[in-house]
Each structure stands twice: as C-alpha cells, then as structure tokens.
C-alpha cells in the first residue's frame, strides 16, 4: 500500500461529499470550542477545494458555531463512512467569509428563510412552532482550510492508519 495514494484516496471521498447527495461524506460532525466546552453538530459540506484544501459550509450568523469560530478559530471534522469503515478527523482552521453572495445566489428561496428565523437559533421559545421568519438575512459562510488529517481505515484484514500535515506538506504512517 503507497502512503501518498491512501492519503489522496481518503481527500477524493471528502471531495466527492460535494457531488454525491448519498456520501456519508456529504454531512461531517464539526467540533469547536468557547474555551471551556467543545461542541459538535453535523453540518453540510457545500464546496470543496482541492487546492487549498478547504470545504464551505453555510449557517446563521447568530448560531453559538460563529461565535465559537471568531472568539476560538480552530475546529475539527469527522468524516465517518460506515460502509467503507473509512474515518478521518480533521484539525482545520474556520474562517468566515466577507462577502457571501455567489453563494447566496446558489441557494433556493426555502433555504433562504432557513437564515433569518426569529428568535436566532437555540434561543428559548414557548411552544415547537413558536417562530416567524423575517426580512432579516443572516446567511454566513464558513471556509474551513485543513491543517492537519488523521485517516483511520478499519478492516478485518488489520486496520490502516496515516497523518497528513497540510502547512508542512509532511506524512506519515502512524499505529492504528
């Protein structure tokens, strides 16, 4: 087994989350911080960029994920396939973007409402139903740019697993 190729095998499944609406790829767990807890939720994988190695992904500007990106601006994905036995967490570092637009432009009208619920999101309401929509547009964007990869591949035949360092350009086989 060459270590390059496992190492680009494992960013072609994260890339092709993008296309294919049935990758498990397609909704990675992302974990941030406040400083003193560390939160995960899934979210949707909306671009990704080879180059740069680097996904987007999109929310409300008033969710606790970009309060925790700008006040701590590190995060990490998992990405688990459950056929494949495929994992790999990555420690990134999440930006929000400034101007929005061609993504907005993307999205349809009942995506578009989904950013300007009221109340913003986790905020107390009295019944399931209690909220409205409003004029108000707080769509955000999120480019999220890997630092660093762990790729765990599980198997009956003896599991694999290997680091890739993006700033250094450096990889490695590791233990299981």
């Excluded at 990405?79 to 973007?97: A, C, N, V």
Aim: with cysteine; charged share 25%.
């Amino acid at each position: 087994m060459n270590l390059a190729n496992f190492i680009e095998s494992a960013i072609k499944q994260i890339q092709r989350g993008v296309v294919d609406h049935k990758s498990f790829f397609r909704h990675p767990f992302l974990a941030s911080s406040d400083g003193q807890h560390i939160f995960q939720r899934i979210v949707v994988m909306r671009e990704f960029n080879f180059e740069k190695k680097s996904i987007v992904i999109f929310t409300d500007s008033k969710s606790q994920k970009v309060t925790q990106i700008v006040n701590h601006p590190e995060c990490n994905l998992l990405f688990w396939d459950p056929r494949k036995k495929l994992q790999i967490s990555i420690h990134s570092i999440p930006q929000i973007e400034i101007d929005n637009s061609r993504y907005w432009m993307k999205i349809n009208d009942k995506q578009k409402k989904d950013y300007s619920v009221t109340p913003p999101p986790k905020s107390a309401i009295k019944a399931h139903d209690d909220y409205q929509f409003s004029d108000q547009n707080r769509f955000t964007v999120v480019n999220i740019t890997f630092k660093s990869m762990d790729v765990l591949q599980l198997s009956d035949q003896g599991h694999v697993r290997a680091v890739h360092d993006f700033e250094n350009n450096t990889q490695s086989w590791v233990s299981p």
